[in-house]
């Protein structure tokens, strides 16, 4: 509304200019005829169209105002008394309205218009990959846990987020600079298949959470007092009126969508968020409020538990918010505090403690997939140049073994000398850091950093090569963070580096479209879209094609990132499936010999169940690049072009492209 009548004012003051701009000399051009101007209105007009008092003809470029002409034609015919007025009721009412509008800006959702600047300014430089440790081991954090729980309210030692009081300032700032575009929730795939999740319903409801306490804050810092000494306690948030049952249920996450909606744009009819100013303060006891648990009063724990960590929100949002930090820090707090999680959790954490990996398969079959190949182990070669780190996925899944076998076939085809680890390897914690078991993911990481540096120290390991996405984020971005410092090369990117030194010779053609499925923890956190697109490229036969829209930085989630893959989806809309269909629209949902590519172990499971619950399994394949690669290269071929490549010499691994 006042931005409507700012404008309207502006159009006032320019039409009335230009008419007096265009009239100068019939009012002020010394004549004495209906339309002279006395002297004091020409010094008036003087100053009101300084900026533009020449002589020459009024064009485009010297008063480049389409409003205010259309508005001018409204005054064709004025007097200068009558436009002299009207130039400075524009003026004034304009001037009035800005410094009306700079004092409500602070109260309503355009207070981004202030602190989208700084907010950019201040963002995370670290790589979007890395999550902050919460302590520098994980024997620091199971002792700041320790005395937490000593505690009487172990919620207000911010071990992760419980409070608002526990956000950084930097956080507090994305909560005010929200600009409610929506963009996040549109990209979300949470939201998008109906998950209780909204990133920007998460962002509002904090920023009315803390709208209503700020005078809480202000007097805790020793801020203005209320009246005559006594606190004002506005706050019309009844918290305490909330049921403070800990625990969730999918029933209740669906009564809570339901009785918000899933499309709500506003946020106003949140009953217990509502910004709280109070009209009419009223005096209450000194005591300010009691502390209040963001779980359960806030935020619902399902919103936190729905998300797959994909980035795709943060990736759309024009003014730089961040969300997987803090929904991450959130769950933190609930595993690490206060012990809850969803119940289809506890295996995996298990796994990983006892054998090393979230699937709880026996660490002695770790290495079981390499059977045949001859791979050396790291123990038995020290000083191998090149670790193959398999991962969890690759290891145990009868699917995804074949991928870490196509790609071993492709390095030894290649003469690269490589090892690895076998019964020494163990989880990175990437699934057990996003799900918030922080103290899990720290006690890996410092095992994992250890095993890496101690063959480093022997002269091995100079590059790291996986063919996980999450591995190679949390090996890359993560552990430099426990000591670690490898450089880490995802295996597309690795097999392109073979292919531009002419290592590897993809020969037969691969036939059919072929669409390729962006990994989150590759493109959107790593920035990796091209390579395994180029290896396609360079496969003859291949039709490489792109979903609609759904690509590159704005693809779709498969729906397994931040430990999703091991929990139930809280509706029967499942991700993985909304990917799938994207992308066999892309090779055509009728033709038969398509082929979705990926890059990712849990990807592939993903859109391998995507397609099995279509029923589209028996037409459309799901392959790895490192496959078709693989195939294309025909390496259990001997003849042909095979048999003229260079016997596998020894050789230092080709730098990554990127
Ligand atoms: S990270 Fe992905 S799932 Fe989580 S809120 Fe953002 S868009 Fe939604
Ligand atoms: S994209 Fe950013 S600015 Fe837009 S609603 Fe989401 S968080 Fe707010």
């Known amino acids: 509304m006042i931005i409507v009548a700012m404008m309207l004012a502006d159009m006032t003051y320019d039409g009335a200019a230009l008419q007096l701009v265009a009239h100068r000399a019939a009012f002020c051009g010394g004549g004495s005829g209906p339309d002279a101007a006395t002297p004091e209105q020409c010094a008036s007009l003087a100053t009101l169209v300084l900026p533009y008092a020449s002589t020459a003809p009024i064009t485009w470029e010297i008063y480049p105002s389409p409003a205010g002409s259309f508005m001018s034609s409204f005054f064709d015919g004025s007097r200068a008394p009558s436009l002299l007025f009207l130039a400075h009721l524009g003026f004034w009412t304009h001037s009035t309205l800005v410094l009306l509008f700079l004092n409500l800006l602070p109260h309503s959702k355009h207070f981004h218009i202030l602190t989208a600047v700084p907010n950019a300014f201040a963002r995370d430089l670290a790589p979007r990959g890395r999550l902050a440790p919460m302590a520098e081991s994980a024997e620091k954090l199971m002792e700041a846990v320790g005395v937490a729980g000593e505690l009487p309210d172990p919620a207000s030692v ?61 007097e805790r810092e020793g801020g203005p007092k209320g009246t005559n000494g006594v606190d004002i306690h506005g706050n019309g948030h009844d918290h305490d009126a909330h049921d403070d049952s800990g625990g969730h249920d999918h029933a209740d996450a669906q009564e809570h969508v339901e009785e ?18 109070p009209e009419n303060p009223v005096i209450s006891p000194p005591v300010l409020s009691k502390p209040i648990d963001l779980i359960d009063h806030v935020i619902h724990p399902d919103v936190l538990w729905a998300c797959t960590t994909c980035r795709a929100c943060e990736e759309q949002c024009p003014v730089l918010i961040s969300y997987v930090d803090k929904i991450v820090d959130m769950r933190r707090n609930l595993v690490l505090v206060k012990g809850e999680f969803p119940a289809q959790l506890a295996k995996p954490f298990q796994g990983m403690v006892v054998n090393g990996n979230p699937w709880d398969l026996s660490r002695m079959d770790r290495a079981n997939w390499a059977e045949g190949l001859g791979i050396p182990m790291m123990a038995e070669f020290p000083k191998a140049p090149v670790l193959f780190w398999v991962g969890c996925a690759a290891s145990y899944d009868d699917r995804a073994k074949k991928i870490a076998r196509a790609t071993a076939k492709l390095m030894k085809a290649a003469g690269v000398e490589f090892a690895i680890l076998g019964q020494e390897e163990n989880c990175t914690g990437d699934p ?58 995802h295996h597309t990117d690795f097999l392109l580096g073979l292919l531009a030194e002419k290592k590897l010779n993809p020969r037969k053609p691969v036939s059919g479209k072929v669409v390729y499925h962006d990994s989150c923890y590759l493109g959107r956190y790593n920035d990796i879209y091209e390579s395994p697109r180029e290896i396609l490229r360079r496969i003859p036969g291949v039709q490489l094609s792109e979903p609609e829209r759904w690509t590159k930085q704005e693809g779709l989630c498969c729906g397994a990132g931040g430990a999703q893959m091991w929990m139930e989806e809280q509706n029967t809309d499942r991700v993985n499936v909304k990917r799938t269909l994207q992308l066999v629209d892309a090779v055509g949902r009728d033709a038969s010999g398509g082929t979705i590519a990926s890059a990712c172990p849990y990807c592939m499971t993903m859109l391998t169940d995507g397609l099995k619950a279509q029923g589209l399994d028996e037409r459309i394949a799901q392959l790895d690049v490192a496959e078709l690669l693989e195939r294309s290269c025909a390496l ?8 003229a490549m260079p016997k596998d010499p020894p050789r230092v691994a080709p730098a990554a492209l990127h």
């Open 158 to 218: 911010p071990l992760g987020i419980a409070r608002i009081e526990h956000f950084s300032w930097k956080a507090l700032l994305d909560f005010y600079t929200c600009t409610e575009c929506g963009r996040c929730s549109d990209n979300c795939p949470a939201h998008l298949t109906g998950k209780i999740l909204s990133p920007k319903q998460f962002t509002l409801d904090l920023r009315d959470h803390l709208y209503g306490r700020e005078r809480e804050f202000l």
């Open 432 to 489: 057990a850091r996003r799900a918030g078991n922080e103290f899990l993911f720290a006690t890996l990481a410092e095992g994992n950093a250890a095993t890496l540096n101690a063959y480093g120290a022997k002269g091995g390991i100079k590059q790291v090569v996986t063919t996980c996405p999450h591995c190679f984020n949390t090996l890359k971005n993560e552990y430099p963070d426990f000591g670690c410092k490898l450089e880490v090369i």
């Open 636 to 643: 259990d071929e001997p003849l042909g072009i095979r048999a």
């Open 260 to 277: 918000h909606g899933r499309e709500a744009e506003g946020h106003d009819d949140h009953e217990h968020h509502a910004p709280a100013f």
